[in-house]
Nanobody, 126 residues
Framework: VVLVQSGGGLVQPGGSLRLSCSGS????????VGWFRQAPGKEREWVSCISSSDGSTDYTDSVKGRFTISRDDSKKTVYLQMNSLKPEDPAVYFC????????????????????WGQGTQVTVSS
């Protein structure tokens, strides 16, 4: 599975961005997909996920009510809509997935997804 990300960039506090994660040459229909982020000097943090079966979602507490994950399997794409961005949100954001049965939503934090996007920078600054 090859994941290709797009979106990201610079936005003012309170602004919005949308990240996309597409399966290049492969469908994501059967895969749960997660978003992670890593800020400089910090450990990678799980942000959100969406299941493959019923489209159920989950979020880390700090983004609940502000971020929305969705998927369009016809386009082999998962989105992360980020609203009300805060100064603590800047990071490199990664989408990731793994084989069904290994990576799920919510994820088992002891399991590292096998497949990762290239990462995209999100900057929040006035």
């Amino acid at each position: 599975v090859v994941l290709v990300q797009s979106g990201g960039g610079l936005v003012q506090p309170g602004g919005s961005l949308r990240l996309s994660c597409s399966g290049s040459g492969s469908t994501l229909d059967y895969y749960a997909v997660g978003w992670f982020r890593q800020a400089p000097g910090k450990e990678r943090e799980w942000v959100s996920c969406i299941s493959s079966s019923d489209g159920s979602t989950d979020y880390t507490d700090s983004v609940k009510g502000r971020f929305t994950i969705s998927r369009d399997d016809s386009k082999k794409t998962v989105y992360l809509q980020m609203n009300s961005l805060k100064p603590e949100d800047p990071a490199v954001y990664f989408c990731a997935t793994g084989l069904p049965g290994f990576f799920s939503c919510p994820p088992d934090r002891s399991r590292t997804p096998e497949y990762w996007g290239q990462g995209t920078q999100v900057t929040v600054s006035s």
